[in-house]
């Protein structure tokens, strides 16, 4: 079991960066691809990032490629995602999620989820 807590979310103008963390619970946090997604009102939710259970494979949606940052640091138990040169279309709950399968852009393949951290971007 693993439980995953999101932090860092908050009101940003367009053009400045939020730096989001995932802090996870339990002993095989090292075991696991980890996963950010987001949801926007009214919209499905979305791959934004992943990287895999070493840290040396991460995987962008093509709408972020360059500029956000997925990293993991094990010894804290902790993922997060760097967002940089934010748009008002970044706007979402974004949501940290764990897989025992690998990494992945697709839900279903992620077998546990945080509560989900706000996003607002304004123009």
């Known amino acids: 079991q693993v439980q995953l807590v999101e932090s860092g979310g908050g009101l940003v103008q367009a053009g400045g960066s939020l730096r989001l963390s995932c802090a996870a619970s339990g002993r095989t946090f090292s075991s696991y691809a980890m996963g950010w997604f987001r949801q926007a009102p009214g919209k499905e939710r979305e791959f934004v990032a992943a990287?895999?259970?070493?840290?040396?494979?991460?995987y962008y949606a093509d709408s972020v490629k360059g500029r956000f940052t997925i990293s993991r640091d094990d010894a804290k138990n902790t993922v997060s995602l760097q967002l940089n040169s934010l748009k008002p279309e970044d706007t979402a709950v974004y949501y940290c999620?764990?897989?025992?399968?690998?990494?992945?852009?697709?839900?279903?393949?992620?077998?546990?989820w945080g509560q989900g951290t706000q996003v607002t971007v304004s123009s």
């Open positions: 990287i895999n259970w070493s840290g040396v494979r991460t």
């Open positions: 999620a764990a897989s025992r399968r690998g990494y992945s852009v697709y839900v279903t393949a992620y077998d546990y």
